[in-house]
């Protein structure tokens, strides 16, 4: 059964200080991984998505790294900032036949960023 | 461009009345998703549509619930007699046309979600 588990559930952290948040998953055959984030009430903004063959990507101050290997992902926001504030999903996609793609959502990080 | 337009953003029933859910996916993408999720958790995965056909309905509940991506026009999440539990946000995502490339990075877009309130 694919699954995609991310850790921590929430998470605290003060304005300019760093944070990872993680994603394991267990969906195969693997096509790509995309971190969204979603603020509260709106709909989720895509953040990165790699590939089998990317092991990183960045987005301004968001930093996403895949080892396809052990099927873990991480998202590392650096210098965070009070509208960081929000969830952050690990979206991984495993392709089917034809070409067609499913998609297996986590539950996603609650960051909250304070002064 | 304009991006996945869903409406209503939000829309209130009375249990037992229909909720239709429209969701007009970007320009020239033919795939699209429905997600719901419930207060303070994460999106579920309801149902994958392309044009016309249903792709993959193993999110949708049983009974009550239905979706569809007609040729021209929006996709249409339809709740028949609708209950508390129902109450919900709805989003939609939209996709381009996927390659045979299995690995495709193929990007998908969120809607602002309808939210549907029972009462």
């Known amino acids: 059964k694919n699954q995609v588990e991310q850790s921590p559930q929430s998470l605290i952290i003060l304005e300019g200080k760093n944070c990872t948040l993680q994603?394991?998953?267990?969906?195969?055959?693997?096509?790509?991984l995309r971190w969204y984030k979603q603020d509260t009430g709106r709909g989720p903004v895509s953040l990165t998505i790699?590939?089998?063959?990317?092991n990183t990507k960045s987005n301004g101050r968001y930093t996403a790294t895949l080892d396809a290997d052990t099927k873990q992902s991480s998202l590392h926001i650096t210098a965070s900032q009070l509208s960081d504030s929000a969830s952050y999903i690990c979206?991984?996609?495993?392709?089917?036949?034809?070409?067609?793609?499913?998609?297996?959502f986590g539950t996603g990080t609650k960051l909250q960023v304070i002064p | 461009n304009a991006g996945v337009m869903q409406n209503p953003r939000h829309l209130v029933r009375r249990r037992g009345q229909e909720a239709r859910l429209r969701c007009s996916p970007m320009k020239g993408h033919s795939h699209v998703y429905w997600y719901r999720q419930l207060p303070e958790e994460g999106l579920k995965f309801m149902v994958y549509l392309q044009k016309e056909n249903i792709i993959d309905e193993s999110g949708m509940p049983k009974e009550r619930f239905s979706a569809e991506f007609p040729k021209e026009g929006p996709s249409i999440l339809r709740i028949q007699q609708v209950v508390r539990g129902d109450s919900a946000a709805y989003f939609c995502?939209?996709?381009?046309?996927?390659?045979?490339?299995?690995?495709?990075?193929?990007?998908?877009?969120f809607g602002q979600g309808t939210r549907l309130t029972v009462v």
């Open positions: 790699m590939t089998f063959s990317e």
């Open positions: 995502a939209s996709s381009p046309p996927i390659g045979q490339e299995k690995t495709t990075n193929t990007e998908a877009f």
């Open positions: 994603c394991n998953y267990t969906v195969s055959p693997f096509s790509n």
């Open positions: 979206v991984v996609s495993a392709g089917l036949s034809g070409g067609y793609q499913k998609v297996t």
